[in-house]
């Protein structure tokens, strides 16, 4: 909207480098042109203002196929006003000289040009395409058609309006014909989904019986392994039972024959021993006999001196030593044995 001053009965009009003004005066076109600002008398302008930048004009709207089935179009056109001065004379976009405001709609009345063009194009499309062939490639025919059916229109051309773009965003069925269209490539997918599933729960058991296999077979090895160490083992205490075995009866010959040598040796020894005591006595018994009987009694009285225990005092009766010595006198005395 332009921005308009007041001076002392006067109107200064700015416009915006996007709008076109048009300002007639006693029906006589005074200025004319994109973003000016001039002045003037607000009793005899005549002023329009028509917008020259693009502008995006949305729809959706409701078609039918040629199977007879309801689908929504969402689509979008831009354009803009090409020739100004063509747009002015056919539609009204004249201004308030004093606040500057539209005194029509004429914005509204170009929406509903192109909306309903572009929905005659789009119309016509779609109701000789089927609706498989709608979803799948509608959406290209439908702005392939729009763009030409808009450009070849005769009434925008002479409005002034020229299409810079035509997007078709989407084409949908209803909900009900769209979950039943949906139906069987979700079933797909949950069928590729089931398969995937299937075929890696087989990969899984097929790994886990490989690595049961896996692991029965290192039993198996382990238990081999065990049953050669256990044999081994066994040949082992065998040999080693057999070695301790030939060293205790080695050791018990060595001491059976060190105890037979001991045993000789002792035997000898006694003999001699035996034999030298033997001997001693007969030397002894020699010299005992060649002896006198005083001697011997001596002897015996000396060697029954020394086995006798110590005896610090000894009184002899005058009977005792009679009687001893009468029996020490006689010539015929002998000694008897154990005495």
Known sequence: ????????????????????????????????????GFWYRALTAALSEIPVDDREESMAFHARTADFQDVTVQATVTYRIGDPAVAAERLDFSIDPDTGAWRGSPLEQLSTLLSETAQQHALDVLARTPLAGALVDGVAAVR?????????????????????????????????VERALRTPA???????????TYERRAVAVERERTIAEN???????????????????????????????????????????RTVRLARAQAEAAR????????????????????????????TAARLAENLPRIDSL?????VLTGLLERLGRPGARREPGA
Do not use: C, F, Y
């Open 1 to 36: 909207m332009a921005d308009i001053t007041r001076r002392l009965g006067w109107r200064h009009l700015r416009s915006a480098p996007t709008s076109h003004i048009r300002h007639h005066r006693d029906g006589g076109l005074v200025h004319d042109g994109p973003g000016i």
């Open 144 to 176: 392939e058609r729009v763009t030409d059916g808009l450009g070849a229109e005769p009434r925008l051309a002479a409005t002034g309006l020229t299409v810079v773009g035509v997007r078709v965003v989407a084409i949908r069925p209803e909900p009900e």
């Open 186 to 196: 979700r079933e797909r997918i949950q069928q590729e989904a089931d398969r995937a």
């Open 215 to 257: 692991e029965l077979g290192s039993k198996i090895e382990l238990a081999r392994q065990e049953e050669r160490l256990v044999e081994q083992r066994g040949a082992n205490a065998r040999r080693e039972a057999e070695e301790q075995a030939a060293a205790d009866a080695i050791r018990a010959e060595a001491e059976a024959a």
């Open 272 to 299: 001699e021993a035996g034999e030298a005591r033997a001997g001693a006595e007969a030397s002894w018994l020699r010299v005992h006999g060649d002896a006198s009987p005083e001697t011997l009694h001596a002897l």
């Open 315 to 319: 009184t002899v009766s005058p009977d």
